[in-house]
């Protein structure tokens, strides 16, 4: 459960969201919900918990100081990540937030450095520019997909068709399946749920259209 109480707030959107990975998704901003959203997509992502330690810490005066991270997210130790860690503590800011006030925040991101190294993890700053991606806008289309059933019926149809294609458009699977185009829309659910599972392929640094090259996927990228 997160250590602090997410405060009303009339500068950023505060709320709460569904998880499959976290008992209790709080945010505090647009852009840590946005970061919420790559970690529920991230296939080596386990878990994560959203405030998740208080860590103590000492001003120029040696007065007591705590400081709450953002998120603490375990990935899957047979995943490549950097470094090797695979428990790393997110602390998510704008950067122009950064820039005004990193007098005030360098000591806590000190701290927090020195929590993650003695607990062998990894602290890591996050802003706009890694998280507002391409691939965080992929994410937010297909994560609903994966939320729903997928239709055996058309999980073999398309899978099959792909194989024989090896690599196509999604327009020309679709086309390649059937010709009316009422019964191509009924697939496209189903299409997409499979993309969004990794069991299709395609880059997901780039924008998702219909015109986007697919092949069959591998259970990680």
């Known amino acids: 459960m997160p250590v602090r109480t997410i405060p009303k ?11 499959k990975k976290s008992s209790n998704v709080l945010y505090e901003s647009t ?11 991230d296939s080596s992502v386990i ?9 103590l810490w000492f001003d120029s005066l040696d007065n007591r100081r ?13 995943i490549p990540v950097s470094c090797n ?19 005030e925040y360098r000591p806590k991101f000190k701290a927090a450095i020195r929590y993650a190294a003695k607990n062998q993890m990894r ?12 691939r965080m806008e992929n994410a937010r289309f297909l994560l609903p997909f994966l939320n729903k059933e997928l239709d055996e019926t058309h999980e073999v149809m398309i899978l099959e068709k792909l194989a024989q294609m090896r690599e196509c458009s999604v327009e020309d699977l ?3 399946i059937f010709h009316d185009k009422w019964l191509r829309a009924e697939l496209i659910p189903s299409v997409w749920h499979l993309v969004g599972s990794r069991r299709i392929g395609t880059d997901l640094n780039l924008p998702i259209t219909m015109d986007s090259k697919i092949w069959m996927g591998l259970p990680y990228e």
């Not at 878990?47 to 860590?55: C, G, K, W």
């Not at 860690?85 to 007098?103: A, G, M, Q, V």
């Open 47 to 55: 878990n994560y918990d959203t405030q998740p330690v208080e860590i």
């Open 31 to 41: 852009l840590e919900r946005d970061f919420f959203t790559l970690l529920e997509f």
């Open 123 to 134: 602290f890591k700053l996050v802003t706009e520019v890694e998280i507002r991606t391409n």
């Open 85 to 103: 860690f695979t428990n790393i503590i997110y602390e998510i800011k704008y950067r122009d937030d950064l820039r005004e006030n990193w007098s």
């Open 9 to 19: 707030s009339y500068r950023n959107v505060t709320g709460q969201m569904a998880s």
């Open 66 to 78: 705590t400081y709450t991270p953002d998120v603490l997210v375990q990935y899957a130790p047979q």
């Open 174 to 176: 679709l086309v390649a």
